[in-house]
Structure formats: C-alpha cells, structure tokens
C-alpha cells in the first residue's frame, strides 16, 4: 500500500510571520520515489472521478480551483495530469490572460465571477484574480488601464484593500457551496531556467515562448515578494492555500490531486436517493422490459 499524501504539511498557516523562503520548491518526502508517486496520482484520480459523480448528482457544492505560479512552474501539465478522465460534463477549465476592453470596463472581480462553477461542477482556474495583486502589483502602470477614478488607483492601501475584497469573496463563494482550493505552485529560479531553455530546445513547444517571458524573469524578486505578500493576508480557513513544490512536476502533480480528493471527501457526497414510489415505478419498468421478446 503506498503511502498517504499527508496534505497539511503544504497548507499556508496565516500568519505575521509567513514567509515563502520556508517552503522548499524541491522538497521530496523521505523515501519518495516517481514510481511510487505515480501509483498515488492513479489512486487520486480515481478517486477524483467517483468523488466527481457524487459531486455531479447530489448537485449541491461545485469545487473552484485556483492555479497560481511563475511561468514554467506546471500550471498547463498539472490541469493535464490531474483532471484527465474526469468526466467533461461536470468539469470547465479557464485561463485568465490579458483582460480584454470589456473585463477592463469591470471590477477586477468580474471576469472571473462569471466563470465559476455551476453546482455540481469542478471549475479550474489558470490563473486567476491574483493577478490583479501580482503582475498588476509588479507593474503598478497597469492600473491606468484599469480606469479606476485617480483618488482609488493612487491609494497607499490599494493592495490591502484587494486582498480584503478577495478574502470577503472567497468566504462568500464558500458560505454559498463552492468549495475554494487555492494551489501555489512553487518553482525554483534556477529550475525555471532549466525549463525555459527545454523550451527553446524542442520546436514543437517553441510557441510557448515570448521574449516577454525574460523581462519577467528579471522581477522574479519582486513576483515572489508579491506572492508572498498575498500568501500571508489571503490564506483563509474558508480558502486555504496550498504551497506545491513544483521543481519535480511529477510530485507537484501528486499532491495537487491529493489535496482536491481531500477537499470533496470532507464533504461526504451522496447520490440521491429514489422515493419507495418512484422505486415501486422503475420495478415495474424492469419487469416490463424483461418481458420484451429480444
């Protein structure tokens, strides 16, 4: 029997005190291996899927899932991985890139808000409104965008502010049935290096790559200051955070899908349960058609 993904040793505790340095992007349990880390991704996605029709039936809760990280720290190969073989009527994936004129002409809350799962449904977040207390924190010039009236956008508070508009949120989206699961995916410098050069390496994912990607990397102090920053006020009881060591994708991916089948089997899901009449019914039915000349 492998052993359990003990997923607590990867939730963000809030506090004063948090720091991001604390969480090695390459911790490894002891005596963890690739093999044995695949038997315990087969074991979860199994489970997601029959923990994903519960979900599906008893059309009470829906699972948000937030993915967050530096470029190259798996965010595409971990949606992949983990929700394959989930049943695609219940489960929707959106990426979040550059807002458009219509999603800049809203709250920085909205155009996410109108993708959240439906009940019964698995939303899965590439990215999301983190970014407006991330890229939007490293590049300030980007509120000007935003058309927030000047006396709001030159607010020494501003960010403070989203991350209470953030919390508030979260704990409102959870007090109505859609349970939040906040993912940071967490990559070395030096392994994003390695991976970014991989990319420039094989011509099939060349069109990964912009020349963007290195100008960011060059803030890469700053990303983790933001990330930090909204680490510590954000992490919630309601939306907890989850640091991933992501330098080994393969373990990345194997605690991700731990923490999601932990987060629907606290929910104790159930199928519906069918009246004695309508039981009486469908015997009826069952008798009927056994008695169907084939």
């Not at 709250?107 to 990215?127: A, K, M, Y």
């Amino acid at each position: 029997m492998p052993p359990i993904v003990d997923t607590s040793d990867y939730r963000a505790k809030a506090s004063a005190r948090f720091s991001l340095a604390s969480y090695a992007p390459d911790f490894l349990p002891s005596r963890m291996t690739k093999e044995v880390a695949g038997k315990l991704l087969t074991q979860s996605r199994t489970q997601l899927r029959e923990l994903q029709e519960r979900l599906y039936a008893q059309d009470e809760w829906s699972l948000l899932v937030i993915l967050q990280g530096m470029d190259g720290s798996g965010k595409d190969s971990t949606i992949e991985h983990v929700f394959s073989g989930l049943n695609p009527q219940g489960c929707e994936v959106y990426s979040f890139k550059i807002p458009s004129d219509e999603e800049l002409d809203h709250d920085f809350l909205w155009r996410t808000t109108v993708r959240l799962p439906r009940r019964g449904h698995i939303g899965i977040f590439n990215r999301s409104y983190y970014e407006e207390v991330v890229v939007v924190h490293v590049h300030p010039e980007l509120l000007d965008a935003q058309r927030l009236p000047k006396e709001l956008a030159t607010r020494k508070t501003i960010w403070h502010e989203r991350y209470e508009d953030i919390v508030a949120h979260e704990r409102h989206l959870t007090r109505n049935g859609t349970v939040v699961r906040k993912i940071f995916l967490n990559i070395s410098r030096d392994e994003q290096r390695r991976r970014m050069l991989k990319r420039l390496e094989e011509p099939e994912k060349l069109w990964k790559f912009s020349a963007s990607d290195i100008e960011e990397r060059r803030l890469w102090d700053k990303y983790q200051e933001a990330y930090e920053s909204l680490l510590r006020a954000t992490s919630s009881d309601e939306a907890p955070w989850f640091i991933v060591p992501a330098d080994r994708k393969w373990w990345a991916r194997t605690v991700v899908a731990a923490i999601l089948v932990d987060a629907l089997s606290g929910l104790n899901l159930q199928f519906p349960t069918v009246a004695p009449s309508e039981q009486d019914a469908l015997g009826r039915i069952r008798k009927a058609l056994e008695r169907e000349q084939l």
